[in-house]
């Protein structure tokens, strides 16, 4: 198992000698100690990535897309054994951690692999006599810092676009998930990237991702994390006015019209909210349900809730795994509390599960909670299998609900009828609405928030053009200007 710092192209311990530990989720037992980046180690690949950053940038973007086509098989080619490290990391299901996590990471890293090449500029049609061309240009070296609950992915949504625009990469893996971005570098290094394009600086959000988010020498600082850190990196990336990208919270409205399909939607929002047992930006947290089919329909979910199998997660059969830290998991406990305390009602779940095979495990019951829309439990992020039930009665209802909270990240609605579907999409105030499904993600496709769940987008064009400057370029062909000054 990989530990250490990767820094210019070989493992290397923190230079102050400082140690985290990483546990498993599911027993709280202690998987091994990472080296602890700090201020000094950040600085040490900023210089790597900085060295490394002109003869990457000029290599045929083709040759740089060619390495990240190498890094997709390899992770196919290595899939099981990432599974394996990224379920015993962060507690998801290994049937996910196989199935989504490790296809997902390969199909990322392949699509920008593939859009290397064919990042293109433009000519603009400007005065008669002069040519305008706009090129695509990297920023230089850029810090990402990302979270614990999707490592492995986040890390090729990162990267990705980064590598492929051109930049060198300073990465700051979180320091409760850090296992399956080491293998991603050595991995890196085994197909032939060079040294110093990519680092990998694990530690403390404030240690080294700070020193990251503040670094004179780096260009851009994309982040994916909590709104209340995205804050600070804002504040700290202002010394050398850094391009920044925020990939923040979010508390997905999830609306079930009285003419949808509950079938699909009770799959669909469980699917929503249980998923990664509910860690997700785009959890559907808010399930929005019209007051003619809310009974009928909580009736469904709740049994199947019921029945979700929570366990180890690397047994085949396990659908839900622990949270990822103990305390998280003691946060997504204490908004039962606070949901009592406002008069909501707990459905379902609410505390950790009776078996005693997960008592030493960071366990929490699927949890179903009634409440009202400006209850602290529909307003706030409890990112865990936590889910807030709201009712409505019109269209307009429903929509104001949706748009009633500061974030706007992901959001669903259930309905058959086309223009009320397409009517709403447009009305909510978020980066993505899902119809009839939820929590659809694909490379090619922009992902990213609106007010408090950020800014910026990942994946897709748009994402390569947020790696990229545009440098206009203006040519004198044949233009006769007359002097502005006569002499
Ligand atoms: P967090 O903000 O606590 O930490 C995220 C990362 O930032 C970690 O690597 C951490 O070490 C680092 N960090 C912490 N303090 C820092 C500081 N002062 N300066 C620089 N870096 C610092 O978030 P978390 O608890 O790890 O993750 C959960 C949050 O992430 C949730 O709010 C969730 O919604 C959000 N998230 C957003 C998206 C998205 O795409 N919008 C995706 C996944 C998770």
Not at 199 to 224: D, M, S, W
Not at 459 to 464: I, N, Q, S
Request: with cysteine; proline share 5%.
């Amino acid at each position: 198992m990989l530990t250490k710092l990767f820094i210019d192209g070989r493992f290397v311990d923190a230079l102050a000698g400082g140690t985290i530990d990483v546990y498993n989720p599911h027993d709280g037992s202690v998987i091994t100690s990472i080296a602890a980046a700090e201020s000094a180690d950040v600085d040490l690949a900023v210089a790597a990535a900085t060295r490394a950053f002109p003869a990457w940038s000029r290599m045929a973007a083709a040759e740089r897309g060619r390495l990240l086509l190498k890094l997709a098989d390899k992770i196919e080619q290595y899939g099981d054994e990432l599974a394996h490290l990224e379920s015993l990391d962060t507690g998801h299901p290994i049937r996910d951690s196989r199935g989504l996590d490790v296809p997902r990471t390969a199909a990322c890293f392949r699509y920008f692999g593939g859009m290397a090449d064919k990042l293109q500029g433009s000519v603009i049609p400007v005065e008669t006599g002069f040519l305008n061309y706009v090129q695509r240009a990297p920023i230089g070296v850029v810090g990402q810092i990302v979270p614990w609950n999707f490592p492995l992915m986040f890390t090729s949504w990162k990267m990705g676009p980064a590598l492929a625009a051109g930049n060198t990469v300073v990465l700051k893996p979180s320091e409760l998930t850090p296992l399956s971005t080491l293998r991603i570098a050595e991995l890196m290094a085994e197909v032939g990237f060079p040294p110093g394009v990519v680092n990998i600086v694990p530690g403390y959000g404030h240690t080294a991702g700070q020193r990251l988010a503040e670094h004179p020498g780096v260009g851009k600082i994309a982040f994916t994390g909590s709104t209340a850190t995205g804050r600070r990196i804002v504040e700290a990336s202002q010394g050398n006015l850094k391009r920044v990208q925020l990939e923040l919270g979010g508390k997905g409205a999830n609306i079930v019209f009285d003419d949808a399909d509950l079938d699909a939607a009770v799959n669909g929002a469980a699917w929503a909210i249980f998923h990664n047992q509910g860690q997700a930006c785009i959890a559907g947290s808010r399930l929005v349900l019209h007051e003619r089919v809310a009974d009928a329909f909580l009736e469904r979910f709740s049994a199947l809730a019921a029945s979700i199998r929570l366990g180890d997660p690397l047994d085949p059969e396990t659908e839900m795994g622990p949270l990822t830290s103990a305390q998280h998991r003691d946060r997504v406990l204490s908004y039962v509390a606070v949901a009592q305390e406002q008069g909501a009602r707990i459905l379902a779940g609410g505390k950790a599960p009776d078996a005693a095979t997960l008592a030493q495990g960071y366990y929490v019951q699927p949890t179903i909670v009634e409440a009202k829309p400006e209850d602290r439990v529909a307003q706030e992020e409890v990112f865990g299998p936590f889910v807030t039930v709201l009712r409505f009665g019109t269209d307009e209802e429903a929509l104001a609900i949706a748009n009633g909270t500061a974030y706007g990240l992901g959001s669903g609605l259930w309905t058959r009828d086309l223009s009320r579907a397409h009517k709403l999409a447009s009305g909510i105030h978020a980066g993505m609405c899902w119809i009839n499904c939820y929590k659809r993600v694909n490379p090619g496709s922009p992902f990213g928030g609106v007010g408090q769940s950020g800014y910026g987008r990942e994946m897709g064009f748009e994402a390569m053009h947020d790696y990229t400057e545009a440098r206009s370029v203006w040519v004198n062909v044949d233009a006769k200007v007359p002097p502005h000054f006569k002499r």
